[in-house]
């Protein structure tokens, strides 16, 4: 089993920063992709960004193209979501998740508790 914890969230002004982290542990991350989503009020969880587990692929949504950087370092067994520009659509509940390399969230059977990121115009 993969226990992951999310950190970092928090409130930053349109334009500003945030980094995330997701630190795992219970068991190594060793094979497995990691990916990043999010979760506005009234809306379905969306696909963020992820990397496999050698961080030779990523892939982004267009949404965040460009603005976002999705990183991990597997010797810390942490995944890191840089986030740059931000805009007010940036702001939900950010979750991390670990599994298969994909944007479709029923590929990643673990599962943080979420950190918050609020944006303000």
């Known amino acids: 089993q993969v226990q992951l914890v999310e950190s970092g969230g928090g409130l930053a002004q349109t334009g500003g920063s945030l980094r995330l982290s997701c630190a795992a542990s219970?068991?190594?991350?060793?094979?497995?992709?990691m990916g990043w989503f999010r979760q506005a009020p009234g809306k379905e969880r969306e696909f963020v960004a992820t990397?496999?587990?050698?961080?030779?692929?990523?892939d982004y949504a267009d949404s965040v193209k460009g603005r976002f950087t999705i990183s991990r370092d597997n010797t810390k067994n942490t995944v890191y979501l840089q986030m740059n520009s931000l805009k007010p659509e940036d702001t939900a509940v950010y979750y991390c998740?670990?599994?298969?390399?994909?944007?479709?969230?029923?590929?990643?059977?673990?599962w943080g508790q979420g950190t918050q990121v609020t944006v303000s115009s």
């Open positions: 219970g068991r190594t991350l060793s094979g497995y992709a």
């Open positions: 998740a670990a599994g298969g390399f994909s944007t479709k969230s029923y590929n990643y059977p673990f």
């Open positions: 990397i496999t587990w050698s961080a030779g692929d990523r």
